[in-house]
Nanobody, 123 residues
Framework: QLQLVESGGGLVHPGGSLRLSCAAS????????IGWFRQAPGKEREGVSC????????YYADSVKGRFTISRDNAKNTVYLQMNSLKPEDSAVYYC????????????????WGQGTQVTVSS
């Protein structure tokens, strides 16, 4: 079982920024595609972004394109999600997840998940 730990969530005003981290233990993140997902109360978990193994090709949901940036630091074995221009509708629990080489924004494609970190965007 791959172990993932998210951090960096919190309360931020609309228009603000947060950077989420997804740290891995017992495996090398670069060998896997890592996705970020979010789930708001009463809604399904939705894919936000994904970074492919090795070549680092990135993918984004339309709702976050131009505002969120996914990246990977192999030395720290960590994937980041930089979130700028945050909106109240971005409020959710954010999860990172791992799967084989190729990216997907489908939650059912990912077998390994972290516990999540809460992001609240409110004035």
């Amino acid at each position: 079982q791959l172990q993932l730990v998210e951090s960096g969530g919190g309360l931020v005003h609309p228009g603000g920024s947060l950077r989420l981290s997804c740290a891995a233990s017992r495996f090398t993140l670069d060998y896997y595609a890592i996705g970020w997902f979010r789930q708001a109360p009463g809604k399904e978990r939705e894919g936000v972004s994904c970074i492919k193994s090795r070549d680092g090709t990135t993918y984004y949901a339309d709702s976050v394109k131009g505002r969120f940036t996914i990246s990977r630091d192999n030395a720290k074995n960590t994937v980041y999600l930089q979130m700028n221009s945050l909106k109240p509708e971005d409020s959710a629990v954010y999860y990172c997840a791992a799967r084989g080489d190729y990216c997907s924004l489908g939650r059912t494609d990912f077998p390994s998940w972290g516990q999540g970190t809460q992001v609240t965007v409110s004035s």
